[in-house]
C-alpha cells in the first residue's frame, strides 16, 4: 500500500480531495443551498424533541458534519441530530435532569462526548460487527415504536399544554391530566400546519410532477414544506401577536457561532449515561450505516463500517465540544442531499457555513415562530417512519422474528426505548438458542441412482435396515445433546435387526466438550447392544478438533469422508 | 395405555409395589441400616453448612425420602440435604436473615416449598429440557468451586473461631480477623478427624480389600469413617468435659419427630428468593438427574426427568411442611443406597423410619457431638468433588469450553455462588452465539470420481472458473448475514470469470428474517454483475419456509437437490 493510500484509507478526505474541481464544487454548493435550507427547522425541532434549546440543534448541525466530511467513508451521508437519536437523547438524559436546567444541558453534551467515545473506540478496536446482534426486524420494530412515541410526546405542543413521559403510557397520562389547559389557537396552527405538512408529502410531489416539474427538482421542492410552514406561521404569530394569547414560541435565541463547551468528567453522570450511550451509539450506527450503504450502492462506492463508527465518533466527540448534542447520519437530509447532487463530503461544509450564517444572522427571525409548528415538523417526518407491515410480514415467514418485533414494539410503547431494544435482542437470541436445543433430525436414506441422501419421510429413499442413518441439523453443543442422545435411543429401540448407527454431521458445524462426552456415551451405549458407531461427513474444522480425543480412540465404528462411502464398507459386512 | 400403566407412569410405586417380595424387602432392609447410619451425621452436618438446627438436617432427611419414592423414577436415589443445595440455601437465606433467628429458620422452609413448586411446575409443563442450559463443564466448575467454598467456610468450625461470609474472600477477611481467638483444643479434634478421614478414604478401603473382605462390602464399611469419628470425638468431648474449654458442641436437639411447619407467603420474602429458588431448583435436578441416571444405567432402568422433577418437587414441599429445607438426590448416600443393595424405593421409607427412631431416641447422645468433628466431615466430602482437571481438558479440547469453566470457578469463588452460574451460562451462549456470528465459510469443489463436494482448501477437488460454490457451516440469521455478503463479494471480485454463485445449504439448518433479505440482496447485485445465484442441498424445513417468499421468485438462478445436480445444468449452459 502507498503512503498516499494508507493516509486516504484513515483520512477518506484525501482520496476524493484530489480529484475536486469547480463542477464539483458546484454541484456541492447547489446541494448545501438546498440542504441549509431544510436542516434549519429540523434542527430546531430535534432540539425541542431533545429537551433541549433550539439553538443547539443549529449547533449539533455545523461541526459534526464537517469532522464526519474529513474521516467518514459515505460521500452524502449527512450528520446532525435525528429524530430517534434526539428521543433516545430524551429518555437518556431524562433519567439525571429536569429539562431546560443547566444541568440537563450539560448531560445532553456529556452524552454526545461518550456516545463520540464508544463509537471511536468500537472503530479502532474494529467491534463494528456488534450492530449485528440487532436484527433487521427489531430494528423496523424499533423504529416504528420510537416513531409513534415521538409523534405522542409532540401532541403537547400541538395542544399548547405541558406533558411529559418517555413511553406511550406515561405520555397519554400526562396529557389528559393536562388537557383542560389546551390553548386553541396553538391546536389551530398545529393542526394546520400538520395537514399541510402531511398534503405536501402526499399531494405536492404528484402536482409538481404534472406541472412538469422534473422528479428529481419535485423530490427536492417537496422538502421545503417545513420552510414554508416556518414563515408562515412565524409571520402570522408576529402579526397577530399570538404570544399575548398564549401562544408558546422559540422567543429569544442567542446570536452567535456555537459557544465551545466541554463534557462533565463527573463518575456519577458517567456511572447513570453508560447504558444508554452504548445503546445510542449502537442504534446510531445501525441507522447511519444502512442510509450509507443503500445511497453508496446506486453509485458502486464502498461503505467502511470499521471507518464509518470513526467517522460518526469524531462528529459526536466535535459536537460535544461545540454545544451540541448526539448525532448520526439522518435518512432524509442524506436523501435531500444526495437528490440535489452533491458530490462529495465538501457539500457537508458548505451546509455547515450555512448554518453558520442562519445562526448569525437569521436567530431574530425566529422569535415568533411557534413550537406547534415545529411539533408538526416532527410528527409528518416521523410517521413516515412508522410500518406496521414487519409484524405480518414476520408472522407469516417466521414466528421467532415475529416473537422479537413483537416484543420490542410493545416493550418499547409501553415501558420506553431502551428496554424496548434490550428486549428485542433478547427474544432474538433466546428463540435462536431455543430452535438449536431442539434441533431437526432426520433419517436419511439414499436418493436411488445417486450418491445423495436425503430425509426418508420427504423423499422416496433407499434404507438398509440393518442401517440406522442420522442426520441432526444443528451443531451438537450442551443446549441439544441430551435432546439427540434420546432420539438416537429411542430410535435404535425400534429397530431390533439394527448393526449400524452412522451420525451424518453434514450440518454439524461443531461440537463442544458437552457433546464430545455425550457422543462418548452414545458409542459406549450402543457397544453394550452390539451396534457399532459411525461418522460421515465430518466437516474439516470439527475433524481437526476430535483429533487425539478419547473419542476418536475408542469408536467402536469408522469416519467416513462422505455418506456414501458408509454403504461399501457395511455391505462387505 | 391401561389403567394401571397410566397410573404407575404418575406413580411409578404401582410399577415396583406389585412385585415386592421377601426378598427384595430383606435387601431394601439392610440398604436402610447402613443408609441411615451414614445419614446421621451427613444430616446433621448438613444443617449446619446451611446455617440451620442440626435437627432440621434430620427433619429433611425423612418425609422427603418417602415422598421421593412415591413419586420418582429412579429405585436407588437417596434423596436429602445435600452439600452445594445446603451451600446455595445458606446463600440465599443469608440475603434476608441472620443465621440462628427464627426468621432464618422460617426463610428457609419457604425455600423449600418455593423450590418444590418449581420443580413441580417444570415437571408438569415439561421444561427439564431448561436444565439443558448449564452445560457438562460449566456444572463441573461450578461443584469445584462450591466444594473449595464449602470447605473454607467450615474452617471456622475447625479453629473454634466465628466467621462468615459467601465467597472466598468474605470468608479469609472474616477468619483472619478472628484468628486470635483460636481453640487449640478444636483444632486437635478438627485436624485430626479430617486426617482420620482422610485416610479412611484413601488406606482404609485398600487395607479392607486386602483383609480379604469383598469390594461391595469394603465400600459400605469405608463410608462408616464419619459415624466412628462421631462416636469417639464425642465420648472424648464428653469424658474430658471439652464444652469448658471453649469447644463447641452441638448441644440440645429437641427429642421427637419433625414438627409441622407452614412456609411464609410474605410477598417480600418470595421476591427476594425467587431468583435463587429458581437456581437452586436447576443445580439441584441436574445433580439429582445425572446420580440417577448413572446408577440406572448400570441396571437397564429408564428415567424420566420430567417425572423425576416432579418426585423433586414432592419431596421439597413436603420438605417445607415437616421442618426440612431445600432436598435433592445426593450422591454418596445414593451410591451407598445402591451399593448396600437396595432394590426398590422401599428402602428409603425404611431409611426414613431409621432416621425417625434416631430423633426419637439418640439425640440425647450427640449434645457433646463438637462441631469440629462435623466440619470435618463436610470438609472430607467436599473434597472428594473437588476436580481441576476440567480445566485443562476444556483447555485442550475447546477454548469457548474452557473460558465458560474458568468464568463459572472465578466468579463462584470471588462472588458467590449464584452468580458464578450465572456467568457461567451467559458466557457459554455468548461464545455460541458469538461464534455462528462469523462462521466457517468453505470454497468447495468437487472430489474427483465421487458426487462429494468439499473444502478447496484441504482436499484436492476439481473447480470450474465459471462456477463459485460457497459453504456456509451455519445457519444464517441476523448475527451473521452481513458476514455472508462480505464474503461472497470478495470471493467475487477475485474471480473475473465468474458466471455462476452457488450457496451450498447443507449445513444451514434455518434462514431467518434478516438473513432472508441479506439473500435478496445478493441475489439483486450479483444480478447486476450478470452472475446467477444459486442454491443447493436445501434442507426440507428451510426449503418449506422459503416457498412462497420473494427470493424464490426472483432468484436468478435455480435450487438444486444435490449439489452434483449443479454440475450437469452448468455444464449445459
Same mark, same amino acid.
Given at each position: 500500500m502507498s503512503n498516499m493510500s494508507r493516509i486516504s484509507k484513515f483520512l477518506p478526505i484525501f482520496d476524493w480531495g484530489r480529484t475536486y474541481n469547480q463542477v464539483t464544487f458546484t454541484n456541492d454548493l447547489v446541494a448545501a443551498v438546498v440542504v441549509t435550507v431544510m436542516l434549519i427547522p429540523q434542527s430546531l425541532a430535534y432540539a425541542l424533541l431533545a429537551g433541549l434549546p433550539p439553538e443547539m440543534g443549529l449547533y449539533a448541525s455545523m461541526f459534526p458534519i464537517v469532522l464526519y466530511a474529513i474521516f467518514g467513508t459515505s460521500r452524502v451521508l449527512a450528520v446532525g441530530p435525528v429524530a430517534v437519536v434526539s428521543l433516545l437523547t430524551a429518555a437518556a438524559v431524562g433519567k439525571i435532569a429536569i429539562p431546560g436546567t443547566p444541568e440537563y444541558i450539560a448531560a445532553a453534551i456529556t452524552l454526545a462526548f461518550m456516545s463520540g467515545i464508544i463509537l471511536l473506540g468500537l472503530g479502532l478496536f474494529r467491534l463494528g460487527f456488534l450492530a449485528n446482534f440487532l436484527s433487521h426486524p427489531v430494528i423496523t420494530g424499533f423504529i416504528t415504536a420510537s416513531g409513534i412515541i415521538i409523534a405522542a410526546s409532540q401532541m403537547k405542543h400541538i395542544f399548547g399544554i405541558n406533558a411529559d413521559g418517555h413511553n406511550i403510557l406515561e405520555i397519554t397520562i400526562s396529557l389528559r391530566e393536562s388537557? @383542560? /389547559?389546551?390553548?386553541w389557537i396553538t391546536l389551530l396552527i398545529g393542526s394546520l400546519t400538520t395537514a399541510f405538512l402531511l398534503w405536501v408529502r402526499k399531494g405536492f410531489l404528484p402536482l409538481l410532477l404534472k406541472l412538469g416539474i422534473n422528479q428529481r427538482a419535485s423530490n427536492i421542492f417537496a422538502k421545503a414544506g417545513p420552510i414554508i410552514a416556518i414563515v408562515i406561521t412565524t409571520l402570522i404569530a408576529w402579526i397577530f401577536s399570538f404570544t399575548e394569547r398564549g401562544v408558546k414560541v422559540v422567543g429569544e435565541v442567542p446570536q452567535g457561532l456555537p459557544p465551545i463547551s466541554l463534557p462533565s468528567f463527573s463518575i456519577d453522570i458517567w456511572t447513570s449515561l453508560i447504558g444508554s450511550a452504548i445503546l445510542m451509539s449502537l442504534i446510531g450506527f445501525i441507522e447511519s450505516i444502512s442510509i450509507a450503504r443503500t445511497l453508496a450502492a446506486t453509485k458502486r462506492q464502498r461503505i467502511d463500517p470499521n471507518q464509518e463508527l470513526i467517522g460518526l465518533g469524531v462528529a459526536n466527540v466535535g459536537a460535544a465540544f461545540t454545544s451540541g448534542f448526539p448525532v448520526t447520519g439522518g435518512f432524509s437530509r442524506s436523501i435531500v442531499n444526495y437528490d440535489a447532487g !452533491? /458530490? @462529495? %463530503? !465538501?457539500a457537508g461544509a458548505f451546509t455547515a457555513i450555512g448554518l453558520g450564517v442562519a445562526s448569525l444572522f437569521l436567530t431574530t427571525l425566529i422569535f415568533y415562530l411557534p413550537k406547534a409548528t415545529l411539533a408538526a415538523t416532527i410528527i409528518v417526518a416521523v410517521l413516515a417512519l412508522v410500518d406496521f407491515s414487519i409484524l405480518k410480514k414476520t408472522w407469516i415467514y417466521s414466528k421467532a422474528d415475529f416473537a422479537a418485533v413483537a416484543a420490542t414494539m410493545s416493550v418499547t410503547l409501553i415501558m420506553g426505548v431502551e428496554l424496548g431494544v434490550i428486549a428485542g435482542v433478547l427474544i432474538s437470541i433466546l428463540t435462536r438458542i431455543y430452535k438449536s436445543s431442539c434441533p431437526h433430525i432426520a433419517i436419511v436414506g439414499q436418493v436411488p441412482g445417486t450418491e445423495h441422501y436425503r430425509n426418508v419421510l420427504r423423499h422416496d429413499v433407499l434404507v438398509n435396515p440393518q442401517v440406522l442413518t442420522i442426520r441432526v441439523d444443528e451443531s451438537l453443543y450442551f443446549a441439544n445433546t441430551r435432546f439427540l442422545e434420546d432420539r438416537i435411543y429411542s430410535e435404535v429401540a425400534k429397530k %431390533?435387526?439394527?448393526k449400524h448407527v452412522i451420525l451424518?454431521?453434514? !450440518?454439524?458445524n461443531a461440537i463442544d466438550m458437552s457433546a464430545l462426552e455425550s457422543l462418548n456415551i452414545i458409542n459406549e451405549r450402543l457397544m453394550l447392544g452390539d451396534i457399532k458407531f459411525h461418522l460421515s461427513e465430518v466437516k474439516g474444522p470439527v475433524m481437526d478438533k476430535l483429533e487425539g480425543t478419547s473419542l476418536l480412540k475408542d469408536l467402536s465404528g469408522d469416519i467416513f469422508l462422505s455418506q456414501h462411502q458408509t454403504k461399501k464398507l457395511i455391505n462387505s459386512d
Open positions: 388537557i @383542560t /389547559e389546551l390553548n !452533491a /458530490e @462529495t %463530503p !465538501a %431390533p435387526d439394527l451424518m454431521c453434514s !450440518a454439524v
